[in-house]
């Protein structure tokens, strides 16, 4: 037997359940999510078909159950508000679970993308330049240039960054400085 496309054993099959869904995960977030925003996570977690919940979404707006704030986001609106609070115990266990993980990691990738610059140009070698920029309070406090990557490896570099910029750092800090950011009572002698 062949399952629902793009969705896993126990996702959710139809255009009705991804409704609820859409209304949970707007329930439920702490940054603004836009139709992108949603569609990555259902899809990343491939807990609902991207079409059905693309219609679930159309839907919510024409039913007046979501709307679009001044930026463009999604928030709900009192009856999609009751939607969330009443049908999302219907949704199964694992997909809630796999909805609020994904729903953690965009919003991690969101605030990333808010907080930090990866900028991919072509250089004349037909290869990329990379310039990556960590900023906190509008200041940046970290920058690195690289260079002789192609398009697709760029790419991979930024997504993976946009996951996880501390990571970023503190590998950097590590190999420069010989120095482990997690634990910084442990200062080891530069080697000559």
Request: net charge negative.
């Amino acid at each position: 037997m062949f399952g629902y496309p793009g969705v896993k054993p126990g996702g959710l099959t139809s255009e009705k359940e991804a409704m609820i869904l859409v209304c949970f995960l707007i329930d439920n977030t702490k940054i603004p999510l836009n139709e992108d925003n949603i569609l990555n996570i259902v899809t990343a977690k491939e807990i609902a078909n991207y079409f059905d919940t693309g219609s679930a979404i159309a839907r919510l707006l024409e039913n007046m159950n979501i709307m679009h704030d001044k930026d463009g986001c999604l928030q709900l609106t009192p009856t999609g508000s009751t939607v969330a609070d009443e049908l999302s115990s219907t949704l199964p266990r694992s997909v809630r679970e796999d909805a609020l993980d994904g729903l953690s990691i965009e919003n991690t990738m969101q605030r990333n993308l808010k907080d930090n610059d990866f900028i991919i140009t072509q250089n004349e070698n037909g290869l990329c330049d990379i310039q990556i920029r960590m900023n906190e309070q509008g200041k940046e406090f970290f920058g690195i240039h690289i260079s002789g990557f192609d398009k697709y490896q760029s790419d991979v570099m930024k997504q993976r960054f946009y996951r996880n910029p501390t990571a970023v750092y503190q590998t950097c800090l590590k190999v420069l400085l010989n120095y482990d950011p997690k634990n910084p009572t442990e200062l080891e002698e530069l080697e000559q």
